[in-house]
T-cell receptor, first 116, second 111 residues
Framework: DTAVSQTPKYLVTQMGNDKSIKCEQN?????MYWYKQDSKKFLKIMFS???????INETVPNRFSPKSPDKAHLNLHINSLELGDSAVYFC???????????????FGPGTRLTVL | DAKTTQPPSMDCAEGRAANLPCNHS???????VYWYRQIHSQGPQYIIH???NNETNEMASLIITEDRKSSTLILPHATLRDTAVYYC????????????FGTGTRLQVTL
């Protein structure tokens, strides 16, 4: 029974298209995150949501828009895809709002996005 | 963020202890040290974290020097399944959020 799941696992698309990646957690956590891992393997946070409210929004292009229909889901929508968006995107969740040091994050399996 | 420095790769024989070092000489007083690992093609997995005291859990031990400028993650009996990239992270907010992963140490456990 997967705790944090993402769909799709692989996504290949053309430049200029709009695509979405879905994330669901069944841990009952209040906070969800999106991370991007680039080709050099650096993994950096993009967004976090706590109870459907945005609490972290790092400097990412506004073509990226997170959407949280409920606290168990945090989807990532990307408009006008560019070559540089090719990366692995990881979703994560944590019990609290991330403000406590003990708030462990649990990661999903990742979505490999390739923009041609 | 306090920067961390880790060796790019290490080898360890199965059954032996794996000692993974991390330097974080610019760490400030409220910053915690976190260790995560990423097994090939999977999402990162939390291992352990600490502030200044040594910590131990079912996965590993974390030894933090008294001046807090470096730490060592110890896997007491490494197995082939411990082969992964290990990330040492210092959280600048002193919280568990906004983690920035560097390049880590690739640990190869061999027979």
């Amino acid at each position: 029974d997967t705790a944090v799941s993402q769909t799709p696992k692989y996504l290949v698309t053309q430049m200029g298209n709009d695509k979405s990646i879905k994330c669901e957690q069944n841990l009952g956590h209040d906070t969800m995150y999106w991370y991007k891992q680039d080709s050099k393997k650096f993994l950096k946070i993009m967004f976090s949501y706590n109870n459907k409210e945005l609490i972290i929004n790092e400097t990412v292009p506004n073509r990226f828009s997170p959407k949280s229909p409920d606290k168990a889901h945090l989807n990532l929508h990307i408009n006008s895809l560019e070559l540089g968006d090719s990366a692995v995107y990881f979703c994560a969740s944590s019990h609290g709002d991330g403000s406590e040091p003990d708030d462990t994050q649990y990661f999903g399996p990742g979505t490999r996005l390739t923009v041609l | 963020d306090a920067k961390t420095t880790q060796p790019p790769s290490m080898d360890c024989a199965e059954g032996r202890a794996a000692n993974l070092p991390c330097n974080h000489s610019t760490i400030s007083g409220n910053e915690y040290v976190y260790w995560y690992r990423q097994i090939h093609s999977q999402g990162p997995q939390y291992i352990i974290h600490g502030l200044k005291n040594n910590e131990t859990n079912e996965m590993a031990s974390l030894i933090i020097t008294e001046d807090r400028k470096s730490s060592t993650l110890i896997l007491p009996h490494a197995t082939l399944r411990d082969t992964a990239v290990y990330y040492c992270i210092v959280s600048f907010t002193g919280t568990a959020s906004k983690l920035t992963f560097g390049t880590g140490t690739r640990l190869q456990v061999t027979l």
